[in-house]
């Protein structure tokens, strides 16, 4: 869903409470994915820790308080673990918005396919007859970066994103969705959150975080993969090769992230003990 929605809260209502209203509304049942995020008064987006009161936590104070609701944890497969349509339409919308904004480097051939399908979840199966040229001009399609690189006219924008479209007929709404998601996984950047690091050059660098353990990138607009050999069992590494820029804040974070994960990976992604 992208869109507001408004709750009143008391001094006393918790993170958990104000989360589980979110997802009541929404229709939501697989919370697991999911949580809510909001800019700290020191301009960081931060998760709204579910144990403790709202008005107790560092959100920006601002009338009324903003939050996003956003996917937290990212699937492995996404075809077998994205169940409800709500799901796979939040993880659409989320994901399509790190591509579009080049958070989620996304080659230029595949953003255009990944356009098309956007395209078809929106305007169902192509027509002619209803879809005349330049029917996709107030359409955000493809990243900035993708525009740029390639000097085309709108037009032939327009006719490439056209011609998927067209191969897309009588595909529904969320198996659109659902193929879109299943080519974005696989993107070298999907499902990382990042943070900003140096090493002990001084040179800049993003720390990737995401369910298989940590990424080293160069700080550059595509975000080059320096290292994907860090996993969790490696943290310590972290402090010998790299230097964390002094924010309480990141480590926090991070370590916080790491719990989150591990926890979420044993519940989920490991076989259950039979009794």
Request: proline share 3%.
């Amino acid at each position: 869903m992208d869109a507001e929605l408004e709750f009143a809260i008391q001094p006393n209502t918790t993170g958990k409470q104000l989360f589980d209203q979110v997802v009541k509304t929404v229709g939501l049942r697989e919370v697991w994915f999911f949580g809510l995020q909001y800019v700290d008064s020191k301009g960081y987006s931060t998760w709204l820790k579910l144990n403790k009161k709202v008005t107790a936590q560092d959100v920006k104070k601002e009338n009324p308080l903003q939050f996003k609701f956003r996917a937290k944890f990212f699937p492995e497969d996404v075809s077998e673990e994205l169940i409800q349509e709500i799901t796979q339409r939040l993880f659409f919308l989320q994901v399509k918005e790190a591509i579009l904004n080049d958070e989620n480097y996304c080659p230029p051939e595949t953003a255009v396919l990944l356009a098309s399908y956007s395209v078809q979840a929106k305007y169902a199966d192509y027509n002619k007859d209803s879809h005349k040229p330049g029917y996709l001009t107030n359409d955000r399609l493809l990243p900035q970066r993708v525009l740029e690189q390639h000097k085309l006219t709108k037009e032939q924008w327009e006719d490439r994103i056209q011609t998927w479209h067209e191969e897309h007929r009588d595909m529904l709404r969320e198996d659109t969705m659902m193929e879109y998601l299943k080519i974005a996984q696989d993107l070298e950047m999907y499902g990382v959150n990042y943070f900003e690091i140096k090493n002990k050059k001084g040179t800049e660098l993003w720390l990737g975080v995401d369910a298989l353990g940590l990424n080293i990138y160069e700080h550059e607009d595509n975000a080059h993969l320096l290292s994907r050999d860090l996993h969790w069992q490696d943290w310590n590494l972290i402090t010998d090769q790299y230097n964390i820029q002094q924010s309480t804040w990141i480590w926090t974070s991070l370590a916080y992230h790491r719990h989150l994960l591990a926890s979420f990976i044993a519940q989920y992604f490991t076989p259950q003990n039979k009794t």
